[in-house]
């Protein structure tokens, strides 16, 4: 899988990486309550190639080469994402005709691109064509020798009974000192080279105290499980939510080795700085439900979890979304801070003596509190009453070259019922909002604002020739709603929900109801993905910068409510939404 493809499957995943509006894809209008208003950037080539699909692809690369001889001024020709983008939309569909043909166009058209190579690598081993493959996979890594897809690739066609090792059978494995030290080294200098703010938020000398003290807690017996748990706190101490360990499938990677057995055995939550059992799975006979755990091992519980924000990556370091994070993955991240035990025993306020935990059956964990969402969906309109409605946006994840037309149809079909039920109340619930694009966050924000706006003050990463959407003025609709709006947030906001609500913030849009979000105005996204020589880890890296345009908002604070509500242990055990219900009454007051 290509550098691309693996950016572009964690964007459609939209989990740990949300990505930051960080495709640089010209849109086709900025005003669009406006459609005739004179284009100030180049059109998109491939938007013009998608509207002619139904003719061959053959004829598709004429028109190309027709544009760019008679309309170069017109239209986009240095977009290489964007084209590449276009040839796996085939690629995935197993069109692999025209996968192919759109990447030779891509390789003649660029000819020093790496990636370019590898894509049609890529497409041939699809297609099994391994000799062809193969032939493009060492070109790309001719040109780039850090692609080590391409090498994994090389190796596996020409040793085909050679498989990479599997991250769950890595857990235990020992390397040398030497190399894990080799590996640390490398981690550190990789992080800065890459990271374009890798210093923002630490200063390089404490950076290198950070390396020089993993290094010392190395021994002959660590394992490539607490290296890589040493690695997350190098990464975390960057502040950057976009920066994490990866093992290539897009999960979670200490839940992806974690044997059963080792994973913590109950299902517990981290509420007001208590942590309190919500689940006890199959340890029912030894403790309840809201029983809460003084002490882990011998460790007092607030230790075990500034342990374990200290290998959380989160932007500015912001703990609500850590504490957000540790709600989901307790159940890994309490062995790794313990240093991965065999057995786990707790002390529980109100009980005398330490209580012996079963081993965990399977790993627990939480994705979503469904209390917090009465749709269960992404995207939701729900009216209250004659005044009020609720719409939850809980995710910017709807590309251009994608599905932002759903999110599209879905606001104008809301707006539309909103304005014709003369609603004067709008509570926009962006609570788990982890991110996407720009799109669907700047469409929003035109059904709100009441003058023209500008989405981003500052759009960097590498391959930009334009500018892109949200760098210029963009017009608010006709159709906007015009009543009092209300925003519920929380620490899971990430990524494009930062720079959304930090606008909302700005132009004093609404009322803000929640907890600190988890991102504000400033956005390090993207992923360059670069591997350790000898542990083979791979980490993510940021790689592009988006900034919005609220930039006199605090860059070490995550978007700060005007109301700070938050869930007691009852109210979520009993699934009372407390901030939805905050806001109600607030309204009806």
């Known amino acids: 899988m290509t550098r691309l493809l693996v950016i572009c499957l964690s964007v459609l995943i939209c989990f740990l990486f ?44 004429a028109l190309y080469h027709q544009l760019k001889k008679e309309q170069s001024a017109l239209y986009d020709f240095a977009n290489e994402t964007e084209l590449t983008l276009y040839g796996y939309s085939f690629l995935w569909g197993n069109n692999l005709t025209d996968a192919i043909a759109i990447f030779k166009l891509i390789i003649a058209e660029f000819p020093n691109s790496a990636n370019a190579f590898d894509s049609m690598g890529e497409a041939y081993l699809q297609a099994k064509d391994s000799s062809r493959a193969l032939q493009n996979y060492e070109q790309s890594l001719r040109m780039n020798p850090d692609n080590f897809h ?31 030290w080799e590996d640390l080294d490398q981690l550190g200098k990789k992080l800065i080279a890459i990271h374009p703010h890798a210093l923002k938020f630490i200063s390089k000398d404490q950076f290198c105290k950070n390396v020089e003290s993993k290094k010392a807690l190395i021994t002959e017996k660590t394992t490539y499980a607490e290296f890589a748990w040493h690695c997350n706190a190098i990464i975390a101490s960057l502040g950057c939510s976009h920066t994490a360990s990866s093992n290539m499938q897009n999960d979670y990677h200490e839940y992806a080795m974690l044997p059963v057995a080792n994973s913590f055995p109950l299902q517990v939550r981290w509420v007001n700085k208590q942590l309190f059992v919500v689940g006890p799975m199959n340890n029912s006979d030894q403790v309840k439900v809201k029983d809460e755990i003084l002490s882990i091992n011998g460790v007092e519980t607030a230790t075990v979890i500034s342990d374990i924000f200290d290998h959380i990556p989160a932007q500015a370091n912001i703990q609500t979304f850590k504490a957000q994070h ?26 005398s003596g330490a209580v012996q935990l079963h081993k965990a059956e399977r790993i627990a964990t939480e994705l979503y509190d469904a209390s917090l969402n009465s749709c269960l969906k992404d995207l939701c309109l729900e009216i209250i009453d004659e005044s009020t ?25 809301s707006m539309n019922i909103i304005n014709n039920k003369k609603l004067t ?45 949200g760098e210029e003025l963009i017009e608010p609709l006709s159709n906007r709603f ?35 979000l988890g991102s504000n105005q400033f956005c390090t996204a993207g992923q360059m993905l670069t591997r350790l020589s000898n542990t083979k880890l791979v980490v993510s890296v940021a790689n592009n910068t988006h900034i919005s345009t609220a930039t006199e908002l605090p860059v070490e604070k995550g978007v700060l409510p005007d109301y700070y509500i938050t869930q007691s242990i009852d109210e979520y055990l009993n699934k009372v939404d407390a901030v939805k219900n905050f806001t109600l009454k607030h309204i009806r007051n």
């Open 18 to 61: 949300s990505a930051c509006g960080n495709k640089p894809i010209a849109p086709t209008a900025v005003n669009q309550s406006e459609p005739d208003k004179i284009q100030t950037r180049k059109l998109s080539i491939v938007t013009k190639l998608k509207e002619n699909d139904h003719l061959p692809v053959a004829e598709r690369i």
């Open 150 to 180: 391409a090498e994994d690739v090389i190796e596996q066609i020409k040793s085909p009974n050679s498989k990479p090792l599997p991250a769950g059978e890595k857990f235990s494995k020992l390397y040398a000192k030497k190399e894990y």
């Open 326 to 351: 540790f709600n989901t993955y307790f159940a890994a991240l309490i062995p790794y801070a313990l240093g991965l035990p065999n057995s786990f025993e707790i002390v529980v306020k109100g009980k």
């Open 389 to 413: 409605a609720v719409l939850t946006i809980a995710s910017f994840n709807y590309y251009e070259w994608d599905s932002y037309p759903v999110f599209k149809a879905f606001i104008d079909s």
């Open 425 to 469: 109340n709008l509570i926009i619930d962006v609570r788990y909002n982890r991110g996407g694009s720009q799109y669907p966050s700047i469409y929003l924000l035109q059904h709100l604002m009441n003058k023209p706006f500008t989405y981003y003050s500052k759009a960097e990463f590498e391959g930009k020739s334009d500018k892109i959407y």
């Open 482 to 516: 015009k009543g009092k709006v209300y925003f519920l947030i929380d620490g899971n906001g990430n990524s494009t929900t930062g720079h959304f609500m930090s606008l909302v913030k700005n132009h004093h849009l609404g009322t803000i109801i929640g907890e600190e």
